[in-house]
């Protein structure tokens, strides 16, 4: 596995999107054949991209080093991206179950299909960003911007849950993990 986490890290991120599209594609095509999965396959890819992106994450959890002091304590870099993917899975089984139950609406016209690519292409750039944004900026913009693409109106829903989401994942990662996520390369004077 360490093999592969390290292969993962030389190839360039267009390599690994593009590699990641095709699968969507093959999983496209092999959704549309099976008569139980074509009425809702546009809601299978999305949980099938989530699982996609959440492998990659776990593959390069091998190639984290661990310190002596943080094997030891329990804790190590490694220890909340694996949770977070098995929290993942956990998710995923339950969003195929409700997905393939007979009474589930199929999948709505194009503008779904559109929304879904736009979410992605937003993650990616999300990701992109981070050298320069930082996390915490990139990821409460792509929180907001989705909040709104769904449809929120609600201001104190769209102010509160990108803050909470940076002070959680600030103190999971800085405070209990020791792990700095980037600032970017606009505000690494300020930190």
Same mark, same amino acid.
């Given at each position: 596995?360490?093999?592969? %986490?390290? !292969? @993962? ?7 690994? +999107? ?11 095509? #092999?959704? *549309? ?11 299978? @890819? ?5 699982? @996609? ?8 959890? /091998? ?28 998710? %995923? ?19 779904? !299909? ?11 750039? %999300? ?5 320069? @944004?930082?996390?915490?900026? %990139? ?23 990108? +803050?909470?989401?940076?002070? /959680?994942?600030? /103190?999971? /990662? *800085? ?5 700095? #996520? ?10």
């Amino acid at each position: 596995m360490t093999a592969l %986490s390290t !292969w @993962l890290n030389s190839l360039h991120y267009g390599y690994i +999107v593009g590699g990641i599209a095709v699968l969507m594609v093959g999983f496209y095509f #092999l959704f *549309n054949a099976i008569p139980r999965t074509k009425p809702v396959k546009a809601q299978l @890819l999305c949980v099938v991209g989530m699982d @996609l992106i959440t492998l990659l994450f776990y593959i390069l959890t /091998f190639s984290l080093r661990v310190s002596k002091m943080a094997a030891q304590s329990g804790a190590t870099p490694r220890t909340m991206p694996r949770l977070w993917a098995f929290l993942m899975v956990l998710a %995923s089984v339950g969003a195929y179950v409700a997905i393939l139950k007979k009474d589930n609406r199929p999948d709505r016209g194009f503008d779904r !299909w559109v929304f879904a690519l736009m979410v992605g292409l937003g993650s990616i750039v %999300s990701v992109l960003c981070f050298q320069w @944004l930082g996390y915490y900026l %990139s990821s409460a913009i792509f929180i907001v911007a989705v909040m709104i693409a769904m449809g929120e109106k609600n201001k104190l829903q769209l102010i509160l849950t990108p +803050v909470i989401w940076c002070v /959680f994942t600030y /103190f999971v /990662f *800085n405070k209990f993990l020791y792990i700095t #996520l980037p600032v970017g390369s606009l505000f690494k004077g300020m930190f």
